[in-house]
């Protein structure tokens, strides 16, 4: 098997989950500090993974070439959230800033020409975050939002390989594989928290791909939209019968991905019903 980073399995997983890991293990095992922050391991290898998949341009023109700086800023940001121990309302408030000011940075320009069905697709992607933001803020010592951010990134990015877009759909699977990596040193035994230095860029990063997948791509905007209840898993874990009496946090973890798994895959059984193929990848 060719292991070089020009090979795309490489580049959106293998390397993405190793990089994870190692660099929140080496930040978590170093200090109290650091196991606050150890989150931001995957911050650094989703930014390493687009880059290597995407490229770096400066300044940046096309919207693709503008994800490394949002998961960069997002990154930065979160990390200072998690240093300073900030919480409520100022988690809340860089929830409504950052998907917003993403969206805005990406397609300002075209805000003005846009149709009512691109307005409406910019604001899914922001309500989308915002919610993701909210919630997420309650379970920074529980594996919930890595679970969810990891189904909603295999989801998307099977959505957009089934819509030609391989470039994006490599780039969500490395972001996958990122958080993949975060979650196999915190499981079975919960060790560091899920910050705002993992959660930021992220969230940031998905507000951005949905949005491009939706503008860019044949994606199917149904199949996103049925895949968005991954993010409410947590909450309806508690009202099924059985699953609702879990206490382990190994097993709440296995309970959560098999929730998730039913509108992941009838998202991607939708997608591959609706979706139009290209004769081109990219």
């Given at each position: 098997?060719?292991?070089?980073?020009?090979?795309?399995?490489?580049?959106?997983?293998?390397?993405?989950?190793?990089?994870?890991?190692?660099?929140?293990?080496?930040?978590?095992?170093?200090?109290?500090?650091?196991?606050?922050?150890?989150?931001?391991?995957?911050?650094?290898?989703?930014?390493?993974?687009?880059?290597?998949?995407?490229?770096?341009?400066?300044?940046?023109?096309?919207?693709?070439q503008k994800l490394p700086?949002?998961?960069?800023?997002?990154?930065?940001?979160?990390?200072?959230?998690?240093?300073?121990?900030?919480?409520?309302?100022?988690?809340?408030?860089?929830?409504?800033?950052?998907?917003?000011?993403?969206?805005?940075?990406?397609?300002?320009?075209?805000?003005?020409?846009?149709?009512?069905?691109?307005?409406?697709?910019?604001?899914?992607?922001?309500?989308?975050?915002?919610?993701?933001?909210?919630?997420?803020?309650?379970?920074?010592?529980?594996?919930?939002?890595?679970?969810?951010?990891?189904?909603?990134?295999?989801?998307?990015?099977?959505?957009?390989?089934?819509?030609?877009?391989?470039?994006?759909?490599?780039?969500?699977?490395?972001?996958?594989?990122?958080?993949?990596?975060?979650?196999?040193?915190?499981?079975?035994?919960?060790?560091?928290?899920?910050?705002?230095?993992?959660?930021?860029?992220?969230?940031?990063?998905?507000?951005?791909?949905?949005?491009?997948?939706?503008?860019?791509?044949?994606?199917?905007?149904?199949?996103?939209?049925?895949?968005?209840?991954?993010?409410?898993?947590?909450?309806?874990?508690?009202?099924?019968?059985?699953?609702?009496?879990?206490?382990?946090?190994?097993?709440?973890?296995i309970c959560l991905t098999?929730?998730?798994?039913?509108?992941?895959?009838?998202?991607?059984?939708?997608?591959?019903?609706?979706?139009?193929?290209?004769?081109?990848?990219?």
């Open positions: 098997m060719d292991l070089s980073l020009s090979n795309p399995i490489v580049q959106s997983s293998i390397l993405p989950l190793c990089l994870s890991l190692l660099i929140a293990a080496a930040l978590g095992f170093s200090s109290a500090k650091g196991a606050r922050i150890a989150a931001l391991g995957v911050a650094i290898s989703a930014l390493v993974t687009v880059i290597i998949i995407q490229g770096f341009s400066f300044p940046p023109k096309a919207t693709s700086y949002l998961i960069a800023a997002a990154g930065v940001i979160g990390l200072i959230f998690d240093l300073l121990k900030l919480k409520g309302i100022a988690w809340r408030l860089a929830g409504i800033i950052l998907p917003v000011a993403t969206i805005g940075w990406l397609f300002g320009n075209r805000l003005g020409s846009t149709q009512i069905d691109g307005l409406i697709y910019l604001s899914a992607a922001v309500l989308v975050s915002l919610f993701a933001y909210w919630q997420f803020e309650k379970s920074r010592h529980q594996l919930d939002s890595g679970i969810q951010i990891l189904l909603y990134c295999a989801g998307l990015g099977a959505i957009l390989m089934i819509g030609s877009s391989a470039m994006l759909s490599q780039s969500t699977f490395g972001l996958m594989a990122a958080v993949g990596g975060f979650l196999l040193l915190n499981w079975p035994k919960f060790r560091f928290p899920v910050g705002a230095a993992m959660v930021f860029p992220l969230v940031t990063a998905l507000a951005a791909l949905t949005a491009q997948s939706l503008f860019f791509t044949k994606a199917s905007g149904i199949a996103i939209a049925i895949l968005i209840p991954v993010f409410l898993i947590s909450y309806l874990l508690p009202k099924i019968p059985l699953l609702n009496k879990v206490s382990s946090p190994a097993m709440r973890a098999a929730v998730g798994v039913v509108p992941l895959g009838t998202s991607i059984l939708v997608a591959i019903m609706l979706t139009e193929t290209s004769a081109s990848g990219y």
